[in-house]
């Protein structure tokens, strides 16, 4: 009974990581940045769903729309304000501009974490949830919304498996991750790559603060511990593999969920981190890291 | 000429004599209050002391001295906070100070308020150790004043309510205890091990879980594992996640206890509503007349504000209004004074009468808990509204939960 319980309620949350971990991994292999305002953007487009139902009164789908939306002009917004300055300004030395985007999306972060929490107060948010009441798995009580919140996630990230496997622009995306400079002699533009790739990542992102909020609920508090496990999934997995964050994502996910039923809730992380730790002593690339 | 000269020079002697003692009685009475200003909790406590100084100062202040309120946003820091108190004292010379609901942040003020010789109150944390240390060095940390009831008090609150609407009407006999890994939970959870089983309500288990908890499902698919009658909750940092993943899960047990988020007035729009049939302790509540005080001051703030205070918004207002019943009791703002007048308190405010406990009680500075004095309520949401269920001479409704929510014996 109880492995069944462990089984279904660590797969929501390891799907749910898993589209979280899966834009990040995505923009660090296409364009080499690693996006620290990650968790900020999760926690912006759960508020924006959030405060779409409890101030505008709008409905459930509207507000998850309206979420999503909001993601995708916060990573934009993130790329032309923040990373492409960066990238294009001639000031800073080619081997110092990864540590300053690293910094100045930290700080970006850290901005829309402050707003939300001057706006909105600090207070966690839930997202009025798509659908509600729960069923009955081999007698175990399920929410709908575990099994909704499991179920997008694996579609969402089936479409992108799709998107970059089957289709000319998702190739282009595949190509400029594992060789800029060819893709450019190519003749594709790889600013219009970059572009699709942070477009993707907005949509990835918002769908996954949208279900977090949902499933778990959000605070500005989250922007951080968001953009940690990201960022640890993503280390385990090794940077930039797609399907290494993926099996980290349940690995991870597992762990904590065994962790919070056998061990003690109180204790829920720690494994994950001591794991992440002998990981990097023993594979410092990472599961499935190429470098 | 020279009589005229002599009276002219006495009229100004006197002119200025009047003149530097009107100036001298115009000193503003300065209160720094220091809080959490993005938390809901946090934002109330200077709104609502600006209220009660604006109320007095309406009213001529107090002997003709204006109370003047300074606010320091403390982001919820410790470290913040203690920057604040060194600043609130040191350069904007304040007379005493109001800070935070965060029992680690006071107990971090509480060594500089020794050390800086400024009065200090809370007005909403919770836990013991704020007054056992001002027992147990007296001379030292005299300055600080715990407006707050204690987490042993607490704890004695929601049993006597537990008593009387668990026991007694629904005859529960079991409970598992919930409460967050912080400061004020751990003489609660001694208070509540300590006097459940005296009421009638054995303890199954005890759960204690990180406040940086997301995932509260194992947490609930544990307690339900040993069948409890009752969840007995200590809740502070969280309250909107756990009370909606209760509600989406439908775990079939009732919540009872301390949850400071639902004594928010956001707290059905927070959760979406999940907030239905949660049973909380709080001193007052939007609508209940705990003293004849308690419903103009939470129109008043309504008016003001825009929205109804949180529980440190009742505190902080009747902190203002006792500091200065107080500095007009010690006919001054002398810190020692202060303190001794402070001691003699003796105030009806919005959540009851405020005393503090004297020197040779274990939890001296502390408000006094008790009957005529301050019990607290329990309320509960019902159709979006915080109601009153407990103690039954303010009661406005009985307890009415949802339908997932499996009580037997009604």
């Known amino acids: 009974m109880l492995a069944l319980q462990i089984l279904i309620d660590g797969f929501a949350i390891s799907a749910l990581y898993a589209l979280g971990a899966t834009g990040f991994t995505l923009i660090f292999g296409v364009s080499g940045v690693l996006n620290l305002s990650h968790g900020a953007i999760m926690v912006l487009a759960a508020v924006a769903a959030w405060a779409a139902a409890s101030v505008l009164h709008l409905g459930s789908y509207s507000g998850a729309l309206l979420g999503v939306a909001v993601a995708v002009v916060a990573s934009f917004a993130t790329y032309f304000a923040v990373v492409q300055p960066i990238q294009k300004s001639r000031r800073i030395a080619t081997e110092e501009k990864e540590i300053f985007i690293l910094t100045s999306t930290l700080l970006w972060g850290i901005m829309i974490q402050e707003l939300i929490a001057y706006f909105f107060t600090n207070n966690a948010k839930t997202v009025l949830p798509i659908v509600e009441g729960v069923v009955n798995i081999f007698g175990e009580r399920t929410t709908k919304n575990e099994i909704f919140t499991a179920v997008v996630c694996c579609v969402s990230i089936g479409l992108l498996w799709l998107l ?3 289709t000319r622009t998702g190739k282009a995306v595949l190509a400029a991750s594992m060789n800029p400079r ?18 993707i990542y907005g949509i990835l992102a918002g769908i996954a603060g949208v279900l977090l909020g949902m499933f778990l609920g959000v605070s500005s508090y989250s922007v951080g511990p968001l953009t940690a496990s990201a960022f640890s999934i993503v280390v385990l997995g090794g940077l930039g593999s797609v399907s290494g964050s993926l099996i980290a994502a349940f690995v991870v996910g597992y762990l904590e969920t065994i962790t919070a039923y056998l061990i003690s809730p109180a204790y829920r992380t720690i494994p994950a981190l001591l794991l992440l730790v002998a990981v990097m002593y023993v594979r410092p690339q990472g599961l499935l890291g190429r470098r | 000429m020279t009589t005229t000269f002599r009276s002219l020079l006495g009229a100004t002697a006197l002119g200025l004599v009047l003149a530097s003692s009107q100036a001298l009685a115009a000193d503003p009475i300065k209160i720094g209050v220091i809080a959490e200003a993005q938390a809901i909790a946090g934002a109330s406590i200077p709104q609502a002391a ?42 904007d010379k304040v007379n005493i100070v109001i800070a935070s609901y965060i029992s680690e942040v006071v107990l971090a003020l509480e060594p500089w308020a020794a050390r800086l010789k400024t009065p200090f109150i809370t007005p909403g944390a919770a836990s013991n150790e704020i007054s056992k240390a001002v027992h147990a060095d007296y001379e030292k940390n005299k300055y600080t004043f715990h407006g707050y009831l204690t987490s042993a008090a607490l704890a004695q609150s929601v049993c006597d309510a537990a008593k009387d609407l668990l026991v007694d009407q629904k005859h529960m006999k079991t409970a598992v205890i919930m409460s967050e ?14 006097c459940l089983p005296k009421i009638g309500l054995k303890v199954l288990d005890h759960i204690r879980f990180s406040p940086d908890t997301t995932d509260f499902t194992p947490i609930f698919n544990k307690i339900e594992g040993s069948k409890p009658d009752v969840i007995i909750t200590g809740i502070s940092h969280v309250g909107v996640q756990p009370t909606v993943q209760w509600k989406n899960q439908q775990v079939p047990i009732p919540m009872f206890g301390i949850s400071s988020q639902a004594t928010n007035s956001t707290f059905s729009k927070d959760t979406n509503d999940a907030s239905e049939g949660v049973i909380y302790q709080g001193v007052s509540g939007t609508g209940v007349a705990v003293t004849p005080k308690s419903i103009p001051f939470t129109e008043a ?10 529980y440190c ?27 001794a007048a402070l001691e003699k308190t003796d105030w009806v405010g919005t959540i009851g009468r405020t005393q503090f406990y004297g020197k040779d009680d274990p939890f001296t500075h ?10 607290g309520l329990m309320l509960q949401w019902q159709d979006s509204q915080q109601v009153a269920v407990w103690p039954s001479d303010v009661a406005k409704a009985k307890l009415k939960f949802p339908s997932f929510i499996k009580v037997t014996t009604n």
Do not use: C, M
């Open chain 2, 313 to 339: 918004g009742y505190t902080a207002y009747d902190e203002v209004y006792y500091i200065a019943d107080a500095v007009k009791r010690a006919g001054s703002t002398d810190a020692d004074k202060l303190v």
């Open chain 2, 301 to 310: 703030f309504k008016a003001k504000f825009g929205n109804f205070p949180s």
């Open chain 2, 366 to 375: 502390s408000i006094k808990y008790g009957k005529g004095l301050i019990t």
């Open chain 1, 182 to 199: 060819g893709v450019t002699l190519l003749g594709l533009e790889l600013g219009s790559i970059y572009l699709v790739v942070w477009g």
């Open chain 2, 181 to 194: 890994d912080a400061a004020w939970t751990k003489p609660l959870d001694i208070g509540y091990e300590d």
């Open chain 1, 164 to 166: 970059v496997n089957r």
């Open chain 2, 50 to 91: 600006q209220l009660a100084a604006d109320e007095i100062n309406a009213k001529g202040g107090v002997d003709g001295r204006k109370i003047e309120i300074i606010t320091y946003d403390n982001h919820s820091s410790s470290a913040d906070s203690v920057r604040a108190f060194q600043r609130a004292v040191n350069e």
